[in-house]
């Protein structure tokens, strides 16, 4: 299959193609403009399927509406540190739902590449970084809009939050990041194993466990110490804390910031793979 050739990153030029870098070096607006065309064509085709929407809230308002009325009086246990079991889950509920969504985004790679249409992007001028950069905007879109949905549904529940509109902010940030950690890992496995079912199973594998192993539907001074110990490393709970203190009477400033910066630079090491991921993918075909 021919492919466009790649073009060196700094100002020297490629040996093979004879194509300097300031072309690449220019074509920065030509990036963004790919990334908002294939960021607007994923949201189009939702717009088309709001059924897929409106199924990934299903799980969500089971965890939210049913567990917050079936443990509500797991608040009243001494050191929880809140008395409303409800306000406590919500912006958990949240977190594990952007987790959720995030770990299909690299479905949408799979079906490209069984439809033909990833061969057709990789022959055509689309800039080989706004494949993936459109795929985490536009999963960055759908987390908002989840988010949202999810607290709308929390303060109709009865939960209040203190936080008022910038601790709303903030949770809607965590769940961004979050989601974008974990939709770059998606995309980095599906260009790797090219197969829905390898996909499914290994981020099967990977939430249910994140999830259980961290704060989000238990306060910390009540889980088992070896639970506290993993969460400590465990980028959902780092999300599930500082969404939740930011919401909180008395927000922590200090540990919503030190918990956001870890979720700043795992986005990064993330971007970074699943960007590897795609050279990979790009060299086997």
Do not use: K
């Not at 050191?79 to 479905?107: I, Q, R």
């Not at 390898?198 to 639970?227: D, E, H, R, T, Y």
């Not at 939740?244 to 986005?267: E, I, K, Y």
């Amino acid at each position: 299959m021919t492919t466009l050739p790649e073009t060196p990153v700094d100002g020297r030029t490629d040996a093979r193609t004879g194509v300097r870098a300031e072309r690449r070096a220019g074509s920065a607006g030509t990036f963004l403009a790919h990334s908002a065309y294939l960021t607007g064509r994923s949201l189009r085709t939702l717009t088309r399927q709001p059924a897929y929407l409106a199924f990934t809230l299903i799980q969500p308002m089971i965890w939210l509406l049913l567990f917050g009325q079936l443990f509500r009086n797991v608040a009243r246990l001494p050191g929880f540190g809140t008395g409303s079991y409800l306000e406590y889950l919500t912006p958990g509920v949240v977190v594990m739902t952007a987790m959720f969504s995030a770990g299909w985004a690299g479905t949408s790679f799979i079906q490209d590449m069984e439809r033909g249409v990833m061969d057709r992007n990789l022959t055509s001028p689309m800039s080989r970084g706004a494949l993936i950069t459109g795929s985490l905007a536009f999963q960055a879109v759908t987390t908002v809009i989840q988010s949202l949905i999810v607290l709308g549904v929390g303060l109709a529940a009865g939960a209040r939050f203190a936080g008022g509109v910038t601790g709303v902010l903030v949770v809607l940030v965590c769940a961004v990041l979050l989601a974008v950690v974990f939709a770059a890992l998606s995309d980095a496995i599906a260009l790797l194993v090219h197969q829905q079912e390898a996909l499914i199973g290994i981020s099967q594998f990977l939430i249910l466990p994140l999830s259980f192993l961290s704060s989000v539907m238990m306060a910390p001074a009540l889980m088992p110490a070896w639970v506290g110990d993993v969460a400590r490393f465990n980028p959902v709970d780092w999300a599930a804390l500082a969404a939740r203190s930011a919401v909180s009477a008395a927000p922590d400033w200090g540990l919503v910031g030190g918990r956001l910066g870890l979720l700043v630079a795992l986005v990064a090491v993330m971007g970074w793979l699943a960007a590897r991921a795609f050279r990979s993918y790009q060299r086997s075909v």
